[in-house]
């Protein structure tokens, strides 16, 4: 307002000399014609749609299938310790039919101290007791096929813990395991200081190199010092971890998610810095020596080649958090389907996201579809390492959320109590239980929110465990666990659960089973995309907006739709005017065309 009346103040004597109405004329006219031309072209944002559509018969079980993960601490203790385990999982294997999910990938259960929960593998080829012994892994492989579960499971190549005999006989440089790791002796100072072979940062923080008083060398980890980064310029660690592969081949698991692979190799010039003052983990050059490196490909062709001795379609599916587009070509010609996780640092004010949480998403999904010809996209929203969808948008998106990553063309992978619009645990004030937060003396990097127990039902502990033992991480949601787990959902039409299972459904319908999209645009903040083909097609719009809103979205070429999915269930059969609906903040709608 202000500036509003300064400005009319300050051209009051160029408007009285009278030419000030031929200008404003001239102005006014140009913009009439701009914000025709605007209008014509672009009724609201526009994107390209990707060009390809991949034919329908051909594909295979991982491109039909949800997938969905399961952090096997917290998804449900079967003996009453407080940690998940493997009887838990096998338990709860007919909640997978239900849901509409074909395959789900397990985070690690190999032996380990535990100190990443499981991502510091001392044996690849055991099952940690905490999780339950070998012949659990073998029934529940068994018994998920019998139900025609496809079983993923992680593969952590990159590092072993420093308690796996490997590393022991590394750092006793005993023969065969001498040059497993990567060692160095860096430098030793005058004064018997020892120095690191260079100032390269571990991605928990801190220097990425240890000193180990046995071997008396430096060696590189990437994440905790109890980390060690194996050393996979050596054909003997190829080898061994090949012959991991066959292991769980053998078992018949379906596929593996291969952790941390852009870690796979550093630089061999250990003199390379990073530029000074690189604490920045969104600028390209960080871990420019040490992540993404060119011979990732290569071990990655090694493994494809190991699965496809393998009868069926084995998938290998790969954690490639922060890599640039050109990386996942790569990923895709070597044989693996790279984790496609650009959607799930949006959040409102967030960096990387200036605009409205509507436009993120779209410029993220085109993104995503930017694939080359027979190439699947594949969509995250969530995973053990991020906060939950209802913490990080908002508990009233969760459920639009959910219909985003459903009805988006390609394999969609959950993370489990997603599809409950559960919340995270809310640790603030105990004492963390990630590494990631205890070595960086910051809470606020703790992951334990997002890694919460599973509610199953209302009964004491949200039925993640039986008897009143206490949760490895405790149940906080306590006055909303009664109504927000499985079992309850299960009975109230609308539920988030509901909502999920139904959208599953829709996703074995012919026109879902391709990477076609057509009109993905924004009005405001709402999302829209059509899927589909020929007469059986469907319009999404999903409001991500703080505020209601009503559009117009008549320019698709049709008027009227019913709703066949909606988030507020009272929406279900409604007959949609195109020309004018509103939709609620956080509202979405499958709108049948
Ligand atoms: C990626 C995993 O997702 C994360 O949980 C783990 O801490 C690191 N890799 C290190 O293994």
């Known amino acids: 307002m202000g500036l509003e009346e300064g400005s009319t103040k300050k051209h009051t004597g160029f408007c009285e000399s009278g030419k000030c109405s031929v200008v404003i004329f001239v102005l006014v006219a140009i913009g009439i014609a701009v914000v025709a031309c605007v209008t014509f072209l672009f009724p609201a944002v526009r994107t390209t749609v990707p060009p390809t559509e991949t034919p329908t018969t051909t594909l295979t079980w991982w491109q039909t299938t949800i997938i969905y993960q399961v952090y096997p601490r917290s998804f449900r203790d079967s003996n009453g310790d407080g940690v998940g385990d493997l009887k838990g999982v096998i338990e709860k294997l007919s909640y997978f039919n239900d849901l509409g999910v074909g395959a789900v990938w397990l985070s690690p259960f190999f032996t380990s101290p535990m100190r990443d929960f499981g991502y510091d593998v001392s044996n690849y080829t055991e099952v940690d007791k905490i999780f339950g012994n070998m012949a659990d892994f073998d029934e529940l492989i068994r018994t998920a096929h019998e139900k025609d579960i496809k079983i993923i499971i992680d593969f952590v190549p990159n590092h072993t813990s420093n308690e796996s005999t490997w590393f022991k006989d590394s750092r006793n440089s005993m023969d065969q395991y001498k040059d497993f790791y ?97 604490s920045d983990a969104f600028d390209p050059d960080r871990y420019k020596y040490t992540k993404n490196q060119p011979e990732i490909f290569d071990v990655v062709r090694e493994w494809r080649e190991v699965l496809n001795q393998y009868e069926g379609e084995r998938f290998l599916v790969a954690e490639t958090v922060g890599i640039p587009q050109e990386e996942r070509q790569k990923y895709y010609e070597a044989g693996s389907v790279p984790f496609f996780f650009d959607l799930i640092p949006v959040a409102r004010g967030s960096r990387g996201c200036p605009n409205t949480l509507a436009q993120c998403y779209l410029t993220r999904i085109i993104d995503g579809m930017n694939l080359k010809g027979a190439q699947w996209p594949n969509f995250v929203i969530g995973n053990h390492d991020n906060r939950r969808i209802a913490d990080r948008i908002g508990q009233e998106y969760a459920d639009a959320m959910n219909m985003m990553l459903l009805t988006l063309p390609g394999t969609p992978t959950s993370y489990y109590g997603e599809e409950l ?75 988030s659960l509901q909502l999920y299972k139904e959208l599953a459904q829709l996703r074995a319908r012919p026109g879902f089973r391709s990477t076609h999209i057509e009109h993905p645009e924004i009005f405001g903040e709402v999302l829209t995309y059509i899927r589909g083909v020929d007469v059986d097609k469907y319009l999404v719009a999903l409001n ?45 709608l499958v709108i049948k065309l």
């Open 182 to 278: 990567i060692w160095n002796a860096g430098k030793t100072l005058p004064n018997g200081t020892h120095v690191a072979p260079n100032k390269w940062i571990s991605v928990f923080e801190g220097s990425s190199w240890t000193w180990d008083d046995v071997r008396k060398e430096y060696y590189y980890h990437a994440f905790l010092d109890s980390q060690p980064d194996l050393n996979y310029r050596n054909p003997a660690v190829r080898a061994a971890m090949k012959d991991v592969l066959r292991f769980w081949l053998n078992k018949g698991v379906d596929g593996f998610r291969i952790d941390a692979i852009p870690h796979l190799f550093e630089h061999v010039d250990l003199s390379l810095e990073e530029r000074p003052g690189m």
């Open 544 to 588: 991500l907006g703080l505020v209601g809103f009503r559009l117009d979205i008549t320019q698709i070429g049709y008027s009227q739709g019913t709703v066949v999915f909606a988030t507020n269930f009272s929406r279900k059969n409604t007959i949609i005017q195109l020309a004018s609906f509103h939709l609620q903040r956080g509202e979405g």
């Open 421 to 495: 619009g559960m919340r995270g645990g809310n640790y603030t004030g105990f004492q963390p239980k990630d590494p990631f937060a205890i070595t960086s003396n910051n809470p606020n990097n703790s992951r334990d929110s997002e890694r919460n127990p599973m509610q199953w039902s209302n009964t004491v502990n949200a039925g993640f465990m039986d008897g009143t033992g206490e949760p490895w991480l405790k149940i906080t949601a306590n006055t909303e666990y009664p109504r927000v787990n499985v079992e309850e959902e299960g009975k109230v039409n609308g539920s």
